[in-house]
Nanobody
Framework: VQLQESGPGLVKPSQTLSLTCTVS?????????WSWIRQPPGKGLEWMGA???????YYSPSLKSRTSISRDTSKNQFTLQLNSVIPEDTAVYYC????????????RGQGTQVTVSS
């Protein structure tokens, strides 16, 4: 299974960050959590949210008000939207496949750097 993140590397404060994860070698309709995690500079991994094989979504309580995860099964992709971004959202963002909610995973994309700055 391979996962690949794509999206803009620079986003201005108050704008919406949108990232897409393209999955190959496996279907997002299989029984896993398809998740987004991030790592701010100098900090640990933070779980943001996930979408399941059936389309159910789960979000970190601290980010729930600003986060939305959706999917396109025809393209085997799932997407993260983070609204009203602030400089503290600067991080490397990863999409993952996992058996549980959280930062543990069995497959992960290479990650994409997102900087929030005017």
């Amino acid at each position: 299974v391979q996962l690949q993140e794509s999206g803009p590397g620079l986003v201005k404060p108050s704008q919406t960050l949108s990232l897409t994860c393209t999955v190959s070698g496996g279907s997002i309709t299989t029984n896993y959590y398809w998740s987004w995690i991030r790592q701010p500079p100098g900090k640990g991994l933070e779980w943001m949210g996930a979408i399941t094989y059936s389309g159910s979504t789960y979000y970190s309580p601290s980010l729930k008000s600003r986060t939305s995860i959706s999917r396109d099964t025809s393209k085997n992709q799932f997407t993260l939207q983070l609204n009203s971004v602030i400089p503290e959202d600067t991080a490397v963002y990863y999409c993952t496949r996992a058996k549980w909610l959280g930062t543990l995973y069995d497959y992960r994309g290479q990650g994409t750097q997102v900087t929030v700055s005017s």
